[in-house]
């Protein structure tokens, strides 16, 4: 049989101790957990080696050449369709 109480998920009971909690907390040790978390965040972060460092460098400038020539191209095609409709012809 169904039960007339609304099942609670665990995902919810975790979600409402930590909004509970936050309301106890207060500004000094919100600040302090602040500070505890951006720590343990940046103990995860893994600095790239030399020459990965270089891989990843080539890389985005590769793209960003790419990326220039290929607007470049864009533009002096949007560039000319403009001219050719306003009657100008091609622009120099």
């Given at each position: 049989?169904?039960?007339?109480?609304?099942?609670?998920?665990?995902?919810?009971?975790?979600?409402?101790?930590?909004?509970?909690?936050?309301?106890?907390?207060?500004?000094?040790?919100?600040?302090?957990?602040?500070?505890?978390?951006?720590?343990?965040?940046?103990?995860?972060?893994?600095?790239?080696?030399?020459?990965?460092?270089?891989?990843?460098?080539?890389?985005?400038?590769?793209?960003?050449?790419v990326m220039m020539v290929l607007v470049s191209i864009l533009d002096?095609?949007?560039?000319?369709?403009?001219?050719?409709?306003?009657?100008?012809?091609?622009?120099?």
């Amino acid at each position: 049989m169904a039960s007339n109480e609304v099942e609670t998920t665990a995902d919810d009971v975790v979600a409402q101790a930590k909004v509970d909690r936050a309301k106890r907390r207060g500004p000094v040790a919100a600040v302090a957990l602040f500070i505890r978390q951006v720590i343990g965040e940046l103990r995860k972060v893994v600095t790239p080696t030399r020459k990965e460092l270089f891989n990843y460098t080539g890389v985005v400038l590769v793209f960003v050449v790419v990326m220039m020539v290929l607007v470049s191209i864009l533009d002096f095609a949007f560039g000319t369709a403009v001219g050719y409709v306003f009657g100008n012809g091609p622009t120099a």
